[in-house]
């Protein structure tokens, strides 16, 4: 359902670059005006321009984001006894060849992958009761889309307070929806 580019020696830049020749997960939530963090401007502005500087400066969050992440992943094994790999692969839909996805990690014999964050105490609230914020939830549909997998699971883990994961499960009206969204963006551009 996918082609797939490996990512195993390829360098900052040339991620970066192959970033650029979609709309990836994280591009997803902002394009449908849910991340707090980023609009669809912004996106739009970061795909046309020949500059590599903007998507290179990293905050602190960023930075401990990436590094923990192999820590979430041992964590949700723990948590919930399934296997996780590394994928080293970047992958383009081939029905929509506009969206691109770069995955955490793909659940071993499951039809499913799992996506890894961490938050601070301060954002602990958005994560209450099991809640995930609709930015992430859509990047996890956007990564279904991409891959054809059936199911993706999010972990969390709040510094200094816990962890969580949810499973999110493919939804028909949401994929179409979103593959919408992502094509109208996608012409705009």
Known sequence: MTEGISTTHMSREEWLKFRKTGIGGSDAGAICGLNP????????????????ISETADNESMRQGRDLEEYVAQRFMEATGLKVRRSNRMYRSRQQPFMIADVDRLIVGEDAGLECKTASAYSADKWKNGEVPSHYLIQCYHYMAVTGRRAWYIAVVV?????????????????????????IFGITT
Do not use: A, H
């Not at 970061?46 to 590599?52: G, M, Q, R, V």
């Open 159 to 183: 510094l200094g307070k816990g962890f969580q994961y949810t499973k999110v499960s493919w939804d028909d009206d949401m994929i179409r929806n979103l593959i919408l969204s992502n094509l």
């Open 37 to 52: 963090y980023s609009s669809p401007m912004s996106v739009y502005q970061n795909k046309i321009s020949e500059c590599l």
